[in-house]
T-cell receptor
Framework: EPEVTQTPSHQVTQMGQEVILRCVPISNHLYFYWYRQILGQKVEFLVSFYNNEISEKSEIFDDQFSVERPDGSNFTLKIRSTKLEDSAMYFC??????????FGSGTRLTVV | SQELEQSPQSLIVQEGKNLTINCTSSKTLYGLYWYKQKYGEGLIFLMMLQKGGEEKSHEKITAKLDEKKQQSSLHITASQPSHAGIYLCGADPLTGNQFYFGTGTSLTVIP
């Protein structure tokens, strides 16, 4: 069964540092997503990406966040200057044009 | 916006008992997903339902989607401590391409 792979599984970073979360979507998928879940809270949509550009983003996805598909396989989420409140689980997802979401197992980001 | 309500919010059952978790959507769905999550950990995909009236089972877990494709239930038979965790439903709406998650149900199984 094809999988969405996220690395690292857990990252600890100091407040103010830049962090890049990495995702390898399923190879023939065309739409890519990032979601966030603050501990104990609901999983929230951050951004969707299609055809090398952002197609939709939430209010959470401010100027501190950016996404990129630097090559044919990786999809990254960059947080420019991390804040304590960025501590959360970050989930990547991808779908085919005909739908069928697959989520990665997540990266737990801890900002200290 | 798409809303997914889960009930109950939390559930404590004795080992061996059956239980049901419900997920209700405000809109018709293309697909309804069920996930399990341990607190602070990643998502474990359980099942995806697409057709009205569809029912799927995996081991002791059965999920159903109603004919209108707006309500789903997850039923666990003879619960075990290993079933404990947070159960999340997720919706792929018929229109638009943004996936939504439910509010979650926390399940505790007492040995």
């Amino acid at each position: 069964e094809p999988e969405v792979t996220q690395t690292p599984s857990h990252q600890v970073t100091q407040m103010g540092q830049e962090v890049i979360l990495r995702c390898v979507p399923i190879s023939n998928h065309l739409y890519f997503y990032w979601y966030r879940q603050i501990l104990g809270q609901k999983v929230e949509f951050l951004v969707s990406f299609y055809n090398n550009e952002i197609s939709e983003k939430s209010e959470i996805f401010d100027d501190q966040f950016s996404v990129e598909r630097p090559d044919g396989s990786n999809f990254t989420l960059k947080i420019r200057s991390t804040k304590l409140e960025d501590s959360a689980m970050y989930f990547c997802a991808s779908i085919q044009a005909s739908r069928g979401y697959t989520f990665g197992s997540g990266t737990r980001l801890t900002v200290v | 916006s798409q809303e997914l309500e889960q009930s109950p919010q939390s559930l404590i059952v004795q080992e061996g008992k059956n239980l049901t978790i419900n997920c209700t959507s405000s809109k018709t769905l293309y697909g309804l997903y069920w996930y399990k999550q341990k607190y602070g950990e990643g998502l474990i995909f359980l099942m995806m339902l697409q057709k009205g009236g569809e029912e799927k089972s995996h081991e002791k877990i059965t999920a159903k989607l109603d004919e209108k494709k707006q309500q789903s239930s997850l039923h666990i038979t003879a619960s075990q401590p290993s079933h404990a965790g947070i159960y999340l439903c997720g919706a792929d709406p018929l229109t638009g391409n943004q996936f939504y998650f439910g509010t979650g149900t926390s399940l505790t199984v007492i040995p």
